[in-house]
């Protein structure tokens, strides 16, 4: 168990549609981060947060958009749903000391259909 | 910015045989590297990293990988594999030298396939 929650598990829904998913990093962690895994493009960076401010951005899209709260949790809403948005999302979180290892939930497979 | 480069995409072994999954970065920078495992149906995890000193990291599973700067390299290897090992590996990288920036960039991951 890596410590990182995210929820939920799986999300069916349709096109033009918009939905949010949660992570709740591992206790102590400041980071936050969130990562797209799809067949055809692999393990994309979207963004990261560090103590609830915008820290790096990815391959991110405008339609995507995140947050992290004053109790570290992170959102990432994803709106106006396209086919190709059907991937895994992941979450990570990692302490503060350079080199520090991400730790991974267990993901979000999302499905649009 | 640094990139990772695996260079095989499917290893097919079987049991008890040794296998090496290679990896590749580019970067201008000092970099930290790291060695993550996949299940099905589960997120990542950590295998082990290279920050510093010893250029052979080692996990508590068998595996070790050999940090070799002037080759960019990061290559994973086991000397005697098991059926449980059949997994997808990624090798990451990120800016080294204390940089808190933390991002990992990923390999496009090999998909070990360990048979009886």
């Known amino acids: 168990d890596s410590g990182v929650t995210q929820t939920p598990k799986h999300l069916i829904t349709a096109t033009g549609q918009r939905v949010t998913l949660r992570c709740s990093p591992r206790s102590g962690d400041l980071s936050v981060y969130w990562y797209q895994q799809s067949l055809d493009q692999g393990l994309q960076f979207l963004i990261q947060?560090?103590?609830?401010?915008?820290?790096a951005k990815g391959n991110i899209l405008e339609r995507f958009s995140a947050q992290q709260f004053p109790d570290l949790h992170s959102e990432l809403n994803l709106s106006s749903l396209e086919l190709g948005d059907s991937a895994l999302y992941f979450c990570?979180?990692?302490?503060?000391?350079?080199?520090?290892?991400?730790?991974f939930g267990n993901g979000t497979r999302l499905t649009v259909t | 910015a640094q990139s990772v480069t695996q260079l095989d995409s499917q290893v097919p072994v079987f049991e008890e045989a040794p296998v090496e999954l290679r990896c590749n970065y580019s970067?201008?920078?000092?970099?930290?590297l790291f060695w993550y495992v996949q299940y099905p149906n589960q997120g990542l995890q950590l295998l082990l990293k290279y920050l510093s000193g010893s250029t052979l990291v080692e996990s508590i599973n068998g595996f070790e990988a050999e940090f070799n700067k002037s080759q960019t390299s990061f290559h994973l290897r086991k000397p005697s594999v098991h059926i449980s090992d059949t997994a997808e590996y990624f090798c990451a990288v990120t800016r080294g030298g204390g940089s808190t920036l933390g991002r990992l960039y990923f390999g496009r991951g090999t998909q070990l396939t360990v048979w009886p």
């Open positions: 947060y560090y103590n609830g401010e915008e820290r």
């Open positions: 990570a979180s990692s302490g503060v000391g350079g080199g520090s290892p991400l730790h």
């Open positions: 970067s201008s920078v000092s970099v930290y």
